[in-house]
C-alpha cells in the first residue's frame, strides 16, 4: 500500500472512534434527559462507529501493515438543544464522508483496488448515516417547540421507524 494512503487511513480512525465517543456521549446525556429512545439510538450508532474503525483495522492487519490508535478527546457532556444536539452529529458525519471521500480518491490514484474496495462500502454507509440524521432532524422540526412532539418522535426512535440505529448495509 502507498505510504500517504496507509497514514491516511490510520488517521481516519481517529474520526471514527471520535464519532463513537461522540455518540456515546449524547447517548448518556440523553439518558439523563429522560430520552430513552434517542439514548438508545445514539448508543446503536456509538457501537456501530466502533465497527467502522474496526473494519479498517481488519483491512490493514489483513494486509500486514501496522495500525496505531489514536488518542481521542474527551467529547461535550451536554448541548444547549436536541435540535443542536442532532445537529453536531450532522457535521460530524459529514467530516466523516469529506474524509472517506478524501481516502477513496487516494486508493483510486494509487491504483489500489483493494482499499477502493473496502473504501466503496464506507461510501454507501455514509450516504445512509447521512440520510438517518437528516430524517432525524426533519422529525425535530416537525414537533418544533412540542414536548408532546419531542416524546413522539423519542417513540419513533426507540420503536427504530427512525432509520439508522437498526440497520447497516451488507459488507
Ligand atoms: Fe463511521
Ligand atoms: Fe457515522
Redesign the pocket.
Given at each position: 500500500m502507498n505510504e500517504d494512503l496507509h497514514r491516511a487511513l490510520n488517521e481516519h480512525l481517529t474520526l471514527?472512534f471520535a464519532?463513537a465517543h461522540h455518540y456515546l456521549a449524547l447517548s448518556i446525556w440523553f439518558e439523563l434527559n429522560d430520552l430513552p429512545g434517542f439514548a438508545s439510538w445514539m448508543k446503536q450508532q456509538s457501537q456501530d462507529?466502533l465497527g467502522?474503525a474496526q473494519r479498517i483495522i481488519d483491512h490493514l492487519l489483513e494486509r500486514d501493515l501496522e495500525v496505531t490508535l489514536p488518542a481521542i478527546e474527551s467529547p461535550p457532556t451536554s448541548w444547549p438543544s436536541t435540535v443542536e444536539a442532532v445537529q453536531s452529529v450532522m457535521q460530524s458525519e459529514q467530516r466523516?464522508t469529506r474524509s472517506i471521500d478524501r481516502l477513496q480518491e487516494k486508493a483510486t490514484r494509487t491504483g489500489d483496488r483493494a482499499a477502493s474496495l473496502m473504501l466503496d462500502w464506507f461510501v454507501a454507509e455514509q450516504v445512509e448515516e447521512e440520510n438517518a440524521v437528516r430524517a432525524l432532524l426533519g422529525r425535530l422540526r416537525l414537533a418544533g417547540d412540542s414536548s408532546l412532539g419531542l416524546l413522539i418522535v423519542d417513540q419513533e426512535m426507540a420503536k427504530g421507524s427512525i432509520p439508522g440505529a437498526m440497520e447497516e448495509p451488507e459488507p
Open positions: 471514527e464519532a462507529e467502522h466523516v
